[in-house]
Structures are given as structure tokens and as C-alpha cells.
């Protein structure tokens, strides 16, 4: 009888050894990426460790960061001493532990000389990220961080460029947690015009997006507008990138009442970003401006996104304002307003959303339109909730100039008229009909130029096509000479 027992495939083994690795080890392994990607001149190894660096960070601690230290630099490193000088010193028992568990397994190997400098930027990035878990190390992070980006720059090694990008946010996420966002402004604008001058795309992308950042954290929205008409975002910038990128647009966009390009750019900023469960922060924040943005463009949004498991507790309050802006209720929409002020203060959306009481009432007095042929003036102040007949004729006036509704104002008799629906055709539908097509060609239009092929694929190719043709010159110089018979390659029939 065949035993029914399979055996591991090596993916599976390679899922297993991925899911027991410790953070020391896994932080060997990056470093020896890092030595390879810098001896084959191959950034692509380090963009593989810096891929790994969300959730690596979340598993160190002081004794990972030690032992990791301590197994990569030899003994007599000055490296390793000046690294070591920002971790606190082991404990006797932490030692005793240690020695025990080394006594027992095989001693790793010891080097005998410092890795790359490349490595030891990366071990002062994870050191760096660590001092953000708590807040007595804030002021320590500012120091490290102005630390690493002097080494930094007095190396001036390309090699290090992909690491370099991930410093930068490090560093504005130091001076952000220790109140002091805006004393980096004139470090990130001299660093910006060296990339540029570089052509270093990963730093430059970042510093743009790390500056932007500051601008909206003080509410410098023409600052913002300006460093965008000023400078040219990087094509090769990886995908998280260009989802912040598109994302401040969207708020600059927002603020400045272009709905349209604040739409566009906030939807690229959702197509571009990681997952959702990668990344939920950036995924509710960029969604709470996209709710509100469709509102402000008179749509309303799909339901859907209201039930996605991420987004369900975070867009709850905005779930609110939809249906008050869905039903044109302005008492329901001052009332849902007051009630969550403070959230949409936090968010930076409160002036954004004051804006939608006009779309409450235009959307009220379109239903209203759409449901009489003729109203009153004052039935409409008392479905809408306005406060007098006066405003109600006004509003309804600059709704029919707006093109919001089809009808007129009957003064004397002090009524609306309405006029029946538009039909699904005209120059509004074939535009957005091509604004769709033109969104789907930019599509395949990126998707075309992120592929990635294979090095030298069509060399084989060109060396088969080669073959052919000697194997033919050859077969048609044997019939020339009458080597090859007319019954030759008939397979004997």
C-alpha cells in the first residue's frame, strides 16, 4: 500500500524558515543583501531589505539591536563602539542568558572586519525607528537622526541612496514626535536641491513628499502649491511615493475648489497605495478626503466604502454627513456637524465639510424639483429649513443659474416651475465618457511601462534564429553537391 504521507514543498520549507527566523538573524541576512547589492552594484538586493523594514521594526528591541550589533562588527570595531553607545548596556541576567544559550548552541562566527558603510546606515535606521516607541527617547531620535545625515553626506556614496530615502522619513518623524517639524524645513529644501542636482529619483521623491508634509502640518497651503509648480516629481519613484505625492495634491487641490483634479489625484493616490491592512492609517486618511471631495462634486459615494472592515469605524462620522448631504437636510447636517467637530478638526477636513452646506440645499431643492412640477417658495423654506421665503428664492434662483435644476421663478405668483428630465445625451456625457477613456489608456500606459523583462532574453532568440540558418545553408549546400538524395528524411516509406 502507497504511504499517503507527502513531503514539504520548498516553498512551504521556505514559508516555514521565513515564519522562524528571529529578528537578529533576519537583520544578518539584510546586511548581507546589503554587502551584495553594493559589491554587484545591484540596488534592487537593497530595495528587497528595505521592503521588510515595516514589519521588521515592529519585532526590535534593545537586545535585538545589540546582539545584532555585536554579530556583524568584530570585537575591536570603533563602529561597533560608537553604535553600541546609543543602546543602553546589557543587564548581568540579560548576559547570563545570553552566554547560557551559547554555550549550549554552536558560537556563530565572528567577523574580522566592518561591513559596508551601507550597513551601518541601515542599523541606525532600525535604532532610530526604535527610539519612536517611547517618548523619553524623542530628543534622543533628533540626535541620531542629525547624526546618521551628517555621515551620511560626508560619505556621498550612490550605493546608499535607497537607504537614504528611508532616512529622510525617519529623520522628519523624529523632529515630528519631539514638536519641532518646522526646524527640519531648511535641511529637507538643501537636501532636495542635491538630489535634483544628483538625479537621486528615491531621495528626491521623498524629500518632496517630506516637505509637503510640513507644509500642510502648519496649514502653508500656497507654500505647498508653489514647491509643487517648482519642482517635478521623479516617474521612477516607487509606488508608496507617489501615493503621498498624489494624496497632498488632492488636499492642495481640495483647499484651492479644483474638485476635479482633487478627485483624480486622490483616486490615483488609493490605487497606488499599499493594501489596506499594510497600511490602514494612510488608507482611511486618504478615503475621509475622497468622501468628502465627491460630496463637494455633488456625487455621492458608494456604500460600499462605508462597509470596508478598515474603513467602517473610521468613516463612521462621515457616513453621517453623506446621508444628510443625501437627503438635503440642513437641520440633519448642522446637527451631525456639531456632534463630530472635533473629529473632522483632527482630520483637517472641518473647512472642507463647512463648504457642503450649499450642496445640502442644492441637493434638496433638486430632489424637490424632481418630485414637483410646481412648489411654493414657501414650502420650500419649510422642507429645507431655511429662514425665510427671501433666502429660499435667492437659493433657488442661483440653483436654475448654476444648472443645478430646469425651471423659473414665477414672482408674482411666488412659485418654481420645473421642467422635465434632461435626456442621457449631450456634450456632459461624451466628456465624461472620455475623461473614462483617457483614465483607462493612463492606465495601460503605466502598467506597460512597469513590467519588468528578463536580461538578455532576446540574445537566445537571436542565437536559435542564428542556428537555423547555418543548419539551412548547410542542408541547401549537401543538395548542391548531391549529397542528399530526393528520398533522404522520408522515414522509409
Known amino acids: 500500500m502507497a504511504s499517503t504521507d507527502t513531503k514539504p514543498t520548498k516553498h512551504e520549507e521556505k514559508k516555514d524558515e521565513e515564519r522562524t527566523l528571529t529578528p537578529t538573524a533576519e537583520i544578518k541576512i539584510n546586511i548581507a543583501l546589503i554587502e551584495r547589492a553594493v559589491a554587484e552594484l545591484e540596488p534592487r538586493f537593497t530595495h528587497r531589505v528595505l521592503r521588510s523594514l515595516t514589519a521588521l521594526r515592529k519585532r526590535i528591541n534593545d537586545k535585538v539591536l545589540r546582539d545584532a550589533i555585536e554579530e556583524n562588527y568584530p570585537a575591536e570595531s570603533t563602529v561597533k563602539a560608537k553604535l553600541l553607545s546609543w543602546l ?43 527610539f519612536h516607541t517611547s517618548k523619553e527617547n524623542y530628543a534622543r531620535s533628533i540626535q541620531l537622526s542629525n547624526e546618521t545625515v551628517d555621515k551620511m553626506l560626508a560619505l556621498n556614496r550612490r550605493s546608499m541612496d535607497p537607504i537614504a530615502a528611508k532616512i529622510w522619513f525617519a529623520v522628519e518623524r523624529s523632529y515630528e514626535l519631539g514638536g519641532e517639524l518646522a526646524d527640519a524645513r531648511p535641511l529637507f529644501l538643501a537636501a532636495q536641491r ?96 475622497f468622501v468628502v471631495v465627491e460630496l463637494l462634486m455633488g456625487d455621492i459615494p458608494d456604500r460600499s466604502i462605508f462597509r470596508h472592515p478598515v474603513l467602517e469605524k473610521a468613516l463612521a462620522a462621515y457616513f453621517d454627513i453623506v446621508k444628510a448631504v443625501r437627503t438635503g437636510s440642513l437641520s440633519e447636517f448642522q446637527a451631525t456637524l456639531t456632534k463630530h467637530a472635533t473629529q473632522f478638526e483632527a482630520d483637517k477636513t472641518y473647512t472642507l465639510i463647512v463648504r457642503l452646506r450649499q450642496n445640502v440645499i442644492k441637493t434638496g431643492i433638486r430632489r424637490l424639483s424632481l418630485s414637483y412640477s410646481r412648489i411654493s417658495l414657501r414650502d420650500i423654506c419649510l422642507k429645507l429649513h431655511l429662514d425665510s421665503e427671501e433666502d429660499a428664492e435667492y437659493i433657488v434662483g442661483k440653483a436654475i443659474r448654476d444648472g443645478v435644476i430646469d425651471g423659473r421663478i414665477i414672482h408674482e405668483k411666488g412659485w418654481m416651475e420645473c421642467e422635465g428630465r434632461k435626456n442621457g445625451y449631450g456634450p456632459d456625457v461624451s466628456e ?20 519588468r523583462y528578463p536580461l538578455d532574453a532576446h540574445r537566445k532568440e537571436l542565437a536559435a534564429a542564428e542556428g537555423a540558418r547555418e543548419r539551412e545553408k548547410e542542408l541547401a549546400k549537401e543538395i548542391q553537391e548531391g549529397d542528399l538524395d530526393e528520398d533522404d528524411g522520408l522515414g522509409g516509406f
Do not use: W
Open 88 to 130: 543602553p548596556p546589557a543587564a548581568e541576567a540579560e548576559m547570563d542568558i545570553d552566554s547560557t544559550a551559547q554555550s549550549a548552541s554552536t558560537p556563530p562566527s565572528k567577523p574580522t572586519s566592518d561591513p559596508v558603510p551601507e550597513a551601518e546606515i541601515y542599523i541606525r535606521l532600525l535604532i532610530i525607528h526604535h
Open 194 to 289: 542635491t538630489a535634483a542636482l544628483r538625479h537621486d529619483d528615491d531621495t528626491q521623491a521623498s524629500l518632496i513628499n517630506r516637505l509637503l508634509r510640513s507644509y500642510l502640518h502648519y496649514n502653508l497651503y500656497d507654500q505647498a502649491d508653489k514647491l509643487v509648480s517648482k519642482t517635478t516629481f521623479p516617474i521612477s519613484a516607487s509606488s508608496p511615493q507617489f501615493a503621498r505625492y498624489h494624496y497632498f495634491l488632492g488636499r492642495i487641490k481640495a483647499v484651492q475648489l479644483n474638485y476635479t483634479t482633487a478627485h483624480t489625484n486622490l483616486q490615483a493616490a488609493i490605487r497606488r497605495a499599499p493594501p489596506a491592512k499594510t497600511a490602514p492609517g494612510f488608507y482611511q486618511a486618504v478615503h475621509k478626503l
Open 432 to 451: 465624461v465618457y472620455m475623461r473614462r477613456i483617457a483614465y483607462c489608456m493612463d492606465l495601460h500606459n503605466q502598467s506597460v511601462k512597469a513590467m
